[in-house]
């Protein structure tokens, strides 16, 4: 980097920095006589156990939605017409309405009158399951999507060199494709992943005790405002940030490799 380049990015660093503390300053100055953290420091429990179910949500939507999207990536692809034209619809019919509407319509209209019941008597929560099956669910058609991408944008001479050398369908996309596809294909995925926290906030609709459903009622109860909001943007950035940085890491480790 040139001396004039390090000036520059000192320059323009220090001039962003001092508009966020001015913003900021700004706003908790307007605010200020009209905030009493003492609230937020009542309800500490409740916001705390709303943030562990959100990370548990997280997580294990995490994992399911990579299960579903590798079941529509392969279902795209399969040897049969009747199952690639079941997974396009599908995937068709998810891309076209909103996350809201699954969660609404999948819970009150399909697996609540299936689930609810036998899981209550086993002692589980029935929202929380149903909610993670949804969101992993509507995640993993957007993610086998962007895997079939990445799957198809490898080119022809791969496929047929590994089968020349003996490799059968699994090991071609263990050893060969997998591999390659998932460079191309990390941002997106890093992307949605993030996304897929985010939206677990949307759980609430169907009364799982989330994050996003414990702030909304301690807000309620209390009256707070920016107690309430500032806890709840910390708490998520807590939560996707560490997706982000992981995602960059493995960006450049992988053009290295390359």
Known sequence: MSRRQMIANVLVGFALAVSFGWLCTAVFAVLGNQTDWSKAWEYRGTLWRGWLVTLGISFSALVGSTFFGLLFMLGQRSPLVVVRWACRAFLEFVRDTPLLVHLLFGYFVIFAPLLSRPLGERGFDDKLLIGILLLSIFEGAYLGEILRGGVESIPKAQ?????????????????????????RVLPAVAG??????????????????????????????????????????????????????LSHWLEKRFRHET
Do not use: C, H, M
Not at 161 to 173: C, D, K, L, M, N
Not at 203 to 231: D, H, M, Q, W
């Open 159 to 183: 496929w047929e060199s590994a089968r020349a050398v003996g490799f059968s369908r699994v090991q071609i996309y263990r050893y060969v494709i997998f591999p390659q596809a998932l460079r």
């Open 192 to 245: 949605l992943f993030v996304s897929l926290i985010k939206d677990s906030s949307l759980l609430n609709v169907i009364g799982v005790a989330e994050y996003f459903y414990n702030t909304k009622n301690f807000i309620s109860r209390s009256y707070a405002g920016l107690e309430g909001y500032v806890p709840l943007a910390v708490g998520y950035l807590i939560l996707t940030l560490p997706v982000a940085w």
